[in-house]
């Protein structure tokens, strides 16, 4: 019963390898934004910020059909990376990670922007006038006291891209070892005569990962809290 | 020589203060609201004047009429804040390295143990600053600014935090430093001893102006002034 077949490894490998791609490259992107939100104010703020919530609110399938027509072999973007720097999305499991980090950016930029507003801006002052250049004040205060956040929000990224399904599905489709990941695996499973049995343990996989990603952003959190108080 | 000929306006409240002193100490005086603080702000760069210049000896840090504005990481002006902001993810001695870091300053050693000793702060540097009193915070950003080695040192109501018994710890530092540590001060105070004590030279300030200037004498002689 708890023997996992080939196929089922196969999509976990797939699984965490988009989503730890995802992550990482989304985090330095998410990091900047977040910045950009909580510290400066600039025309079409509100837009950015509606942009990035986007993901959270539109119908997975909307956003998976909208990456399909931008980013695909045909799409205006799609079409361009792939002819001149050979770069192709389209059902390729790069075009997974590219789905997940979509889907997962909001969950990602959230507490990165509430543990970078919740550093004492007076702090950043008085690194100012010990000789900070602003660059320096953000990689010597700022960050390493907003860090707890952006490993909260690298961790909930990371379990919102390893559960991702429908943004995935549609522009990727379901290619054993190439794009199905644990998701679209147990949909595949669960419309399988006798794929029950496969179904529930990879069910059983996911809600252990998930699990793990909640209990270790709360760490994170709490240790936050902990560094801000100079303990 | 520090010479200082501002106006800036902040809300409802607008300051114009203009004023040049030499003193090793030069006391701001005046009431909460009277704008010591946001005079002190645009000394050290935080708070851009509306019109006109700050200039410490030849150098202009502050000249609106030539569009002259030098941020504050560039002006090598120290800054004790009132409340410390001692930066809670780094222990004493890295609080206290955080200057020489930032400005690209040689380790020198000598120097460091001449101000842990001068405020006596040597065994206060394993700790963390959550893990000290008000008056051992103080101490720990005095040093902090000291080791920056800037060529003037600016005191927000250093002791403004403090109650009566931490105030007399600290003035006694605050002495010595003045009459070793070989930098100019600016010191705002709104308390006449505190002004007494340490400033050889007495800015008197009154809702954003200039009220007075002189030597310890021009203080009233009331506690605090109304």
């Known amino acids: ?231 | 020589m520090l010479r200082v000929d501002v106006s800036k306006q902040l809300g409802g409240f607008s300051i114009e203060a203009s004023f040049a002193s030499e003193g090793r100490v030069t006391g701001l005086f005046g009431a909460s609201g009277a704008g010591k603080t946001s005079l002190i702000n645009m000394i050290a760069g935080l708070l851009r004047p509306d019109r006109g210049s700050i200039a410490i000896d030849t150098e202009t840090l502050d000249d609106t009429a030539n569009r002259v504005h030098v941020p504050a990481h560039r002006r090598r002006i120290g800054y004790v804040f009132q409340d410390a902001r001692l930066f809670p993810h780094l222990d004493v001695r890295q609080n206290l390295d955080y200057g020489r870091r930032m400005n690209r300053l040689a380790d020198d050693p000598a120097q460091r143990a001449h101000v842990t000793d001068l405020l006596d702060i040597g065994g206060l540097l394993d700790r963390r600053p959550g893990q000290l009193s008000g008056g051992e915070r103080q101490r720990v950003a005095l040093g902090r600014a000291l080791l920056a080695q800037p060529r003037l040192l600016l005191l927000d109501e250093p002791l403004g935090s403090l109650d009566e018994e931490r105030k007399e710890e600290i003035l006694p530092y605050l002495m010595r430093l003045r009459d070793e540590a070989n930098v100019p001060m600016v010191y705002v105070s709104h308390d006449t001893g505190e002004m007494r004590q340490l400033a050889t030279q007495v800015v008197i300030l009154k809702r954003g102006r200039v009220i007075a200037f002189g030597g310890g004498e021009i203080l009233p002689l009331a506690a605090s002034p109304a």
């Open chain 1, 1 to 231: 019963m708890f023997e996992l077949s080939p196929t089922e490894w196969t999509a976990i490998q797939l699984s965490l390898r988009v989503a730890a791609v995802a992550t990482l490259v989304a985090t330095p992107l998410g990091i900047a934004i977040a910045w950009l939100l909580a510290r400066r104010d600039f025309w079409g703020k509100a837009v950015v910020d509606a942009l990035i919530h986007l993901p959270l609110v539109l119908p997975p399938v909307v956003t998976g059909y909208l990456l399909l027509l931008t980013f695909g072999r045909r799409g205006l973007i799609g079409a361009w990376l792939a002819d001149h720097l050979g770069i192709v999305f389209a059902f390729r499991w790069t075009g997974a990670a590219l789905a997940c980090g979509i889907m997962s950016f909001p969950l990602l930029v959230r507490p990165i922007r509430l543990s970078i507003e919740a550093v004492d801006r007076r702090l950043e002052q008085a690194a100012g006038t010990l000789g900070a250049a602003p660059w320096r004040v953000f990689t010597t205060v700022t960050l390493p006291l907003a860090l707890p956040g952006v490993l909260a929000g690298m961790v909930l990224g990371f379990a919102k891209a390893i559960g991702e399904f429908g943004a995935t599905i549609t522009f990727v489709s379901n290619i054993p070892g190439e794009t199905q990941t644990i998701s679209s695996a147990i949909y595949s499973l669960i419309q399988t005569p006798d794929g029950d049995t496969a179904a529930l343990r990879l069910v059983v996989v996911s809600v252990v990962i998930a699990m793990a990603a909640l209990v270790a952003s709360e760490w994170f959190a709490r240790r936050a809290l902990r560094r801000l108080h100079g303990n």
